[in-house]
């Protein structure tokens, strides 16, 4: 059974920082992408960034120059450092695993009906 679980949201001040993880099992890690996405209240779910099996790594606008994804393929765990943090940012922070080709699609709406498993997402709050 494919499995992934974020860890590492919590609430943070405006300009401050949170690494999010997000533990893989159930699937050959190194083979697949792997992307987060967020929802904030209210809005629809968008995608944040990918990085794929081969670790080129794609960010939607609102998280270039602040965000950084990586992975672990010893761990089977995939990151997002999140920098410089904005209240805007605030929302349930989810990892996902996109089908073969669409990580680069992410920050796409249409990269949401190709997704293949979810995580159960971990809320990130960033007060002003």
């Known amino acids: 059974e494919v499995q992934l679980v974020e860890s590492g949201g919590g609430d943070v001040q405006a300009g401050g920082s949170l690494t999010l993880s997000c533990a893989a099992s159930g699937f050959t890690f190194d083979d697949h992408g792997i992307g987060w996405f967020r929802q904030a209240p209210g809005k629809e779910r968008e995608g944040v960034s990918c990085?794929?099996?081969?670790?080129?790594?794609y960010y939607s606008d609102s998280a270039k120059e602040r965000f950084t994804i990586s992975r672990d393929n010893a761990k089977n765990t995939a990151y997002l450092q999140m920098n410089d943090l904005k209240p805007e940012d605030t929302a349930i922070y989810y990892c996902a695993r996109p089908e073969p080709g669409w990580c680069r699609y992410t920050s796409y709406s249409s990269s949401l009906s190709h997704v293949q498993a979810w995580g159960q997402g971990t809320q990130v709050t960033v007060s002003s």
């Open positions: 990085i794929t099996s081969r670790g080129h790594t």
